[in-house]
């Protein structure tokens, strides 16, 4: 059984439900004409990294700020994007041709994984926790800051 709530697909399974955004990936790519894109299967290039000042200032952010948003909430089932976006929204301020160009490289890999999503595990058990963390130690070019996440599950 499947139902769409809020823009997720909600479909319960005998091993537990699964949660998806495909409907809304697939609606978004029609309303920003991006559906014509060709795919990739990696979200981002290798060894690349976005600075403040990389190309030229895009002439309307409004436009690059609407299209990070629409991904900001793709977040929520999506994991898997959730460090690009994050990283894409630090530039809302004063997108380059860079920026504009990364936030187009994440539509090209929702395109291909439109149907991915999280699957929950039912189970009795409860004494299980596991904890994940990770940092890249001044990783951003501009700020030499520290990028640090973490989830438990």
Known sequence: MSTIFLGFRYCVL??????????????LLHKLYLYTLKLVCTL??????LSLTNGELLADPSKYSSMVGAL???TMARLDIAYDIQVVSQFMHAPYTSHLIAVKRI????QGTAEHGLFFKSSSRLDRVVAVCDADW???PDSCRTTTGFAIF
């Open 14 to 27: 005998p091993l537990g439900f699964f949660l998806s955004q495909h409907k809304y990936v697939t609606g």
């Open 72 to 74: 900001q909430y793709l």
């Open 44 to 49: 981002h290039v290798s060894r690349t990294t």
């Open 107 to 110: 539509f090209r890999y929702l």
């Open 138 to 140: 001044v990783g951003g």
